[in-house]
């Protein structure tokens, strides 16, 4: 496990540099030029090019990566230049980073909830009216857009019970627990609801896969209860596939909170680089981008180191 994990972060880096010269450039390349966006009206020709060349900004694309890319390596996220003139791009992402993972840790919980005990029964009585049921939800699921589903809520919550919490907004942990996991409820519902329909469906066709299996034939033979055969064999078999696509659910969940904050007004990463989007913060955008990079990177690694568990099969040397 040490080499396979040594060889997986050594193949992490040419990814993180190939990952941060496309996000660079595409950030650069975009439309919109961050200090006219500062200036506003105030659009004189000589003042917009003294300031960008005080923040580099009119240095050729490669040598302004290079720059940026030495700053990352010490630590150094850079200078917010329109979203918080003057701020570090590290406070403000540590001020929101919290507020994200909250809402994509309660979002997956909510996910895992629905999706893995509906799989399962939906396996288990498969052609009967609970499948069929399980499986129409699963596809609204998948087919509603999470800021519409989101939208919904808000109306139904906060216009027509008219509950405060259900208008959206955020309050913090230091303010009373329940206040807020009462705020969190709503976004992490419509943000969640996606990917249980994705994970339901995966679970229900690895339920039925693994069922099909001899060793399951042989059990069954052997007398062992049902019950013991559904937990203990079919149920741990069929997670392997299913770890995969809760790991790659744990990546769309921080891209997917970009909109889901929007709509409910909370305070996150996906908040910040909305913002640093329209106001062409090129520092912030690169920055967020990053962070959601390489949290997938190491979710997939923690996913690979997975499989091992659930199957003792599986050598990391490249053996089963």
Known sequence: MIVFLSKRLLLAIPTLLVASFLIFSLVHIAPGDPIQVM???FQDPELIARLRHEMGLDLP????YFHWLGNIVRGDLGISITVQRGASVTDLILQRFAVTVELAFFSLI??????IP???ISALRQNKLSDHLSRIIALLGVSIPNFFLGILLI???GVYLRKPW?????VPLSRGLLKNLAHMFLPAVALGTAYAAIIMRMMRSAMLDAMSQDFVRTARAMGIAPADIVRRDIVKNALIPVVTVIGNSIGYLLGGSIVTETVFRLPGMGNLVIMGVFRRDFPVIQAVVLIIVVVRIAVNLIVDLTYGFLDPRIRYGGER
């Not at 909510?110 to 999706?115: E, N």
């Not at 259900?166 to 955020?170: E, F, I, L, M, S």
């Open 39 to 41: 200036l506003g009206d």
């Open 61 to 64: 694309l490669l040598q302004q």
């Open 110 to 115: 909510i996910a895992l909830l629905i999706a």
């Open 118 to 120: 509906t799989g399962i």
């Open 155 to 157: 109306l139904f919550v």
């Open 166 to 170: 259900g208008a959206g907004g955020y």
